[in-house]
């Protein structure tokens, strides 16, 4: 399925699809795109409950991104860069997302993922996500999951994790000690 619109969020057809899947992997493109056509439609709704279920649910890229307790909507239209979002985590190019996905083998309310994360130097943009959430919500127990590319990290329904890397890549777990001062 390839998601152009809105619309097809509502669709019973595309929703059945959903309904039978086995398992459901969200591939890259456009994060923002997912969370403009998905949140808030039946379709949102059939991928939490496709997890409820116990079904696996995987993503790529852009699709890892939207994972998480909160996500990189990238709903400014750009990808922000680690100096970037260094140099202003809680301005207006850090655009997180809450309340999409529910995954419950991740710590439930605690992740942020990020992809490509060796390659394309993103720990300080994943500190910077992790300091927005962590100022807006209050809580110090968030933490940051970065995947390497060619790299897989796959979770089971007991939390426990599996790396499978086509190229000695890694995942990456950001866990600060403290919330950032305002």
């Known amino acids: 399925l390839v998601s152009h619109a809105r619309e097809p969020a509502s669709d019973r ?28 439609t039946p379709l949102h709704e059939a991928h939490n409950r496709h997890v409820r279920d116990g079904k696996p649910l995987g993503g790529t890229s852009a699709g890892l991104a ?37 995954l419950p083998p991740l710590p439930p309310g605690r992740v942020i993922t990020d992809t490509h994360f060796s390659e394309r130097q993103r720990l300080g943009r994943l500190l910077a996500f992790l300091a927005q959430m962590m100022a807006k919500t209050g809580r110090d127990d968030l933490r940051g999951l970065g995947i390497d590319e060619d790299t897989a990290l796959c979770i089971d329904a007991q939390g426990e994790g599996r790396l499978y890397s086509s190229s000695d890549g890694w995942a990456w777990l950001v866990a600060p000690t403290r919330a950032p001062h305002a």
């Open 66 to 102: 939207i994972m998480g307790a909160y996500g990189y909507g990238a709903m400014d239209g750009g990808s922000i860069t680690s100096d970037e979002a260094l140099r202003d985590p809680m301005g207006p190019a850090v655009t997180m997302v809450g309340d999409f996905l529910a």
């Open 13 to 40: 057809k595309v929703l059945e699809i959903l309904r039978r899947a086995d398992g459901i992997f969200i591939a890259g493109g456009d994060q923002s795109n997912y969370v403009r056509y998905w949140k808030g």
